[in-house]
């Protein structure tokens, strides 16, 4: 789970206290499984509203329609709705119904079984459950995982053990007349030696967990649902925003695309980091799409994934206002820790998007003028060369170049062959760049020379085998980072905009941020120090050298392959319907009228459904369970289940019925409770006695009588009450509580039998008895 996010604890905690509340209502006022249940819903749905989904409350507490239609479509799509926004997940979309409804479930379930099941051990399952589930709907950043465990651990041994000594000084209570005094010592002897036995197994538990847990955990990436679950977001519909650059250069070169507020001196706005290249385009990781996720909490993007990096860093807030700037990528900085649409911006908003792998920020709905926003960015401090030659390269998960010129990798290993360090293995490629290379954006008007654009494969094969190195950003961003990808080192392409460092707007409040300000360099992942920023597009002034005068060869002017055509950017599906039916096609239509209504219906329905699951497992487990006495075993064992049968129908209506008791000791309780029946029920318990104890087997046709009359005793019993307190046994759990407890305790004694056969023989008759009758039926104990 989102430990840290604080709307999720909230959620959460509240879940747990609501569930606890719940459990201990229907404990002390002794509720059914239906009751209970309709308690615990009705419970979600009103506290629900301002737990898990405050943002549609009346004043962030009072239910509304809209707070009560998330919470019942949330119990199905909130689920994968968590699984595809980004930590911290926020209060929009109704995705804190997910920490909320499971804490309350496991709550509830937990605390049920505390004060309803002996054994210590079944109410540690929910809270397993809600561990697991808080680790399958988490991040692959793990926050404190090692301790967890062991808490988790500690607490479930030291509760098992607690439970256990209270329920044994519980049945243990009495002690001998002749020396109280002696008995009592040697209980709390046996008391003492039980705690320095559990703290033993505590102390060695813990000290296991530590020692083994970063065993397994060491070098494994941490695997969650949200590796597996693919957010609705393809990068591969969108065109890569280095296709556009000399767009910027040419037509757009001094409008202004937005205005920034609060952007520091040297600094730079982000549009995309590419981590791609597929031959044609620099462009984002297709199979990475994972790694952009619906935002949640706007405000607080990126705060939640852990880092290794230990560089300070600059925090400031950049507020942008969009001019003629058109396009899906969100300006923004490096590294974004917020960003908060103005309330007129609300559509760009809506498809917000945010990759916090790469600092990228895409909206669906894209940005045009007007729109206003503020990014929170904490920005690393640059380091000098000298401080990074301590540091080696980072191990990042990058995705393979294809179609590289293979002129790259022959000089990416001449220009790095005689490098000292890592840091100057960069430190060379880029120096090369950027004093061999010649600087042209193609703009002729302006006195340049013409330089192609684009940066696939073949444009690249020019740059490098050219007698003059010529292009501008694009290609020697993409040409550097393709021969550090060549030696093993992780790089990827960033795209941005910043004003000339010479210009006077550097460092000003206000900057307009036009064309000719976009830029593309490169960036280097470095072990605890993170994504370090390299430049090595050649200076504006450096100009091609002019070719020999004296030369008089004319060879054939190389012949430089067209650009290749812009790419349009890629139209996303309409939030609209397809186009509309003809008022013909509407009106012969009839899923058109009925449609909505049967939707309508469907919602409203899911509550229902929620609640009627349980009853029907319930009912599915006793058809089982009469199907099973009636049918398996020797006859003896069939007459035995006819009487239990009784049993379970008396323990569903209330009976106090004890199951150490014999049939007869039943019967007078059962027909105590049920006069009407109590004639037939007495002699149900004297025919299921004689069956079991007596002198061979009753035959088929006497366990089929057996069973008219258990059905008519069944119909006498239910006959005493009205209608829905029939249905509430019908569906109650106690008997199929009852019988797992007996099935407990019968394996209990049975181990016990096993390594003690003398007990049986030393134990009073009446307990020979039981354990007789116990064998033999599976069912209540008989008479000797």
């Known amino acids: 789970m989102c430990i840290r996010d604080r709307y999720y604890l909230v959620a959460g905690f509240g879940g747990i206290i609501l569930g606890l509340a719940v459990s201990a209502c229907s404990a002390h006022f002794r509720l059914g499984l239906l009751i209970t249940t309709a308690l615990a819903l009705g419970s979600y749905l009103v506290l629900g509203t301002a737990l898990a989904v405050p943002g549609a409350a009346i004043a962030g507490v009072i239910p509304?329609?809209?707070?009560?239609?998330?919470?019942?479509?949330?119990?199905?799509?909130?689920?994968?709705?968590?699984?595809?926004?980004?930590?911290?997940?926020?209060?929009?979309?109704?995705?804190?119904?997910?920490?909320?409804?499971?804490?309350l479930i496991a709550a509830a379930v937990a605390g049920?079984?505390?004060?309803?099941?002996?054994?210590?051990?079944?109410?540690?399952?929910?809270?397993?459950?809600?561990?697991?589930?808080?680790?399958?709907?988490?991040?692959?950043?793990?926050?404190?995982?090692?301790?967890?465990?062991?808490?988790?651990?500690?607490?479930?041994?030291?509760?098992?053990?607690?439970?256990?000594?209270?329920?044994?000084?519980?049945d243990t209570?009495?002690?001998?007349?002749?020396?109280?005094?002696?008995?009592?010592?040697?209980?709390?002897?046996?008391?003492?030696?039980?705690?320095?036995?559990?703290?033993?197994?505590?102390?060695a538990t813990v000290g296991i967990t530590?020692?083994?847990?970063?065993?397994?955990?060491?070098?494994?990436?941490?695997?969650?649902?949200?590796?597996?679950?693919?957010?609705?977001?393809?990068?591969?519909?969108?065109?890569?925003?280095?296709?556009?650059?000399?767009?910027?250069?040419?037509?757009?070169?001094?409008?202004?695309?937005?205005?920034?507020?609060?952007?520091?001196?040297?600094?730079?706005?982000?549009?995309?980091?590419?981590?791609?290249?597929?031959?044609?385009?620099?462009?984002?990781?297709?199979?990475?799409?994972?790694?952009?996720?619906?935002?949640?909490?706007?405000?607080?993007?990126?705060?939640?994934?852990?880092?290794?990096?230990?560089?300070?860093?600059?925090?400031?807030?950049?507020?942008?206002?969009?001019?003629?700037?058109?396009?899906?990528?969100?300006?923004?900085?490096?590294?974004?820790?917020?960003?908060?649409?103005?309330?007129?911006?609300?559509?760009?908003?809506?498809?917000?998007?945010?990759?916090?792998?790469?600092?990228?920020a895409v909206t669906t709905k894209g940005l045009s003028q007007g729109d206003s926003y503020s990014v929170q960015v904490s920005d690393p401090v640059k380091l000098e060369h000298g401080q990074l030659t301590q540091y080696d390269f980072a191990k990042v998960t990058l995705p393979d170049a294809a179609e590289v010129p293979p002129v790259v990798g022959a000089q990416a290993n001449d220009l790095a062959a005689d490098a000292p360090t890592a840091i100057d293995r960069v430190r060379q490629i880029e120096a090369h760049f950027q004093k061999k290379g010649a600087f042209s954006n193609g703009l002729i008007a302006d006195g340049q020379l013409p330089s192609v654009s684009g940066h696939g494969a073949a444009r690249i094969r020019d740059l490098l085998t050219a007698k003059q190195m010529l292009g501008d950003d694009?290609?020697?961003?993409?040409?550097?980072?393709?021969?550090?990808?060549?030696?093993?080192?992780?790089?990827?392409?960033?795209?941005?905009?910043?004003?000339?460092?010479?210009?006077?707007?550097?460092?000003?409040?206000?900057?307009?941020?036009?064309?000719?300000?976009?830029?593309?360099?490169?960036?280097?992942?470095?072990?605890?120090?993170g994504w370090v920023t390299f430049d090595p597009t050649p200076p504006k002034d450096n100009i091609p050298i002019p070719p020999d005068p004296e030369s008089k060869s004319k060879p054939k002017p190389q012949v430089l392959q067209p650009p290749p055509p812009p790419q349009e950017p890629a139209d996303l599906p309409p939030d609209s319907s397809p186009d509309a039916l003809d008022a013909d096609e509407k009106k012969n239509n009839p899923w058109l009228f009925w449609g909505p209504i049967l939707s309508a219906i469907g919602i409203g329905l899911i509550p229902v459904g929620i609640l009627t699951l349980p009853l029907l497992v319930i009912a599915l487990l006793k058809s089982r369970r009469r199907k099973s006495r009636f049918a398996e075993g020797h006859p003896a064992q069939r007459v035995g289940g006819g009487w239990n049968e009784v049993l379970s129908l008396a323990t569903d209506m209330g009976a106090a019925v004890?199951?150490?008791?014999?049939?007869?000791?039943?019967?007078?309780?059962?027909?105590?409770?049920?006069?009407?029946?109590?004639?037939?029920?007495?002699?149900?318990?004297?025919?299921?006695?004689?069956?079991?104890?007596?002198?061979?087997?009753?035959?088929?046709?006497?366990?089929?009588?057996?069973?008219?009359?258990?059905?008519?005793?069944?119909?006498?019993?239910?006959?005493?009450?009205?209608?829905?307190?029939r249905?509430?046994?019908?569906?109650?759990?106690?008997?199929?509580?009852?019988?797992?407890?007996?099935?407990?305790?019968?394996?209990?004694?049975?181990a016990r039998t096993a390594l003690n056969p003398r007990a049986v023989l030393k134990a009073p008759a009446a307990l020979r008895a039981r354990f007789r009758g116990r064998n033999a039926s599976k069912g209540g104990a008989g008479d000797e």
Request: hydrophobic share 40%; charged share 20%; glycine share 8%.
């Open 173 to 203: 209570r009495k002690v001998s007349v002749n020396r109280p005094q002696h008995d009592a010592d040697t209980a709390g002897r046996a008391r003492l030696r039980r705690l320095a036995a559990g703290a033993a197994v505590i102390a």
């Open 64 to 103: 509304s329609p809209e707070s009560l239609r998330t919470l019942l479509l949330g119990v199905v799509f909130s689920w994968k709705d968590m699984l595809t926004v980004g930590v911290p997940v926020g209060t929009a979309g109704g995705v804190l119904i997910v920490p909320f409804l499971s804490s």
């Open 727 to 750: 249905q509430q046994a019908r569906f109650s759990p106690r008997s199929l509580l009852a019988d797992a407890r007996a099935a407990l305790n019968s394996r209990g004694d049975n």
């Open 210 to 360: 530590a020692v083994v847990s970063p065993l397994f955990a060491a070098g494994d990436e941490r695997k969650v649902l949200r590796n597996v679950v693919v957010p609705p977001f393809d990068p591969k519909d969108y065109v890569t925003p280095l296709a556009s650059f000399r767009n910027f250069v040419k037509d757009k070169k001094d409008d202004a695309l937005f205005v920034v507020k609060g952007l520091p001196k040297d600094a730079r706005v982000r549009l995309g980091a590419l981590d791609a290249f597929n031959g044609t385009n620099y462009t984002m990781d297709p199979n990475g799409s994972g790694n952009f996720s619906k935002v949640g909490d706007a405000k607080s993007i990126n705060t939640l994934a852990d880092t290794a990096a230990s560089v300070p860093t600059n925090d400031y807030t950049l507020d942008i206002t969009v001019e003629d700037y058109q396009g899906y990528f969100v300006p923004g900085g490096r590294k974004t820790t917020g960003l908060s649409f103005a309330t007129g911006s609300s559509n760009a908003a809506a498809g917000l998007y945010f990759n916090s792998g790469t600092d990228t």
């Open 112 to 170: 049920v079984l505390t004060w309803r099941v002996r054994s210590p051990y079944w109410p540690l399952l929910p809270v397993l459950a809600l561990f697991v589930t808080g680790i399958a709907f988490s991040t692959n950043a793990g926050f404190l995982t090692v301790e967890r465990g062991t808490a988790l651990t500690v607490v479930g041994i030291a509760w098992a053990t607690f439970r256990r000594d209270c329920l044994r000084r519980t």
């Open 658 to 725: 004890d199951g150490r008791a014999t049939r007869r000791e039943t019967a007078a309780v059962v027909a105590e409770a049920f006069p009407a029946a109590g004639t037939t029920t007495t002699m149900l318990a004297h025919r299921a006695d004689a069956s079991i104890f007596g002198a061979g087997q009753p035959s088929e046709d006497e366990v089929r009588e057996y069973w008219e009359i258990v059905d008519g005793s069944l119909k006498e019993i239910t006959g005493t009450v009205g209608f829905w307190r």
């Open 474 to 529: 694009e290609q020697y961003a993409v040409a550097m980072s393709l021969m550090l990808r060549h030696l093993g080192i992780p790089s990827r392409v960033v795209m941005g905009f910043y004003p000339d460092p010479k210009s006077p707007e550097n460092g000003a409040g206000e900057v307009r941020i036009l064309g000719k300000d976009v830029h593309a360099w490169v960036e280097v992942a470095f072990d605890r120090v």
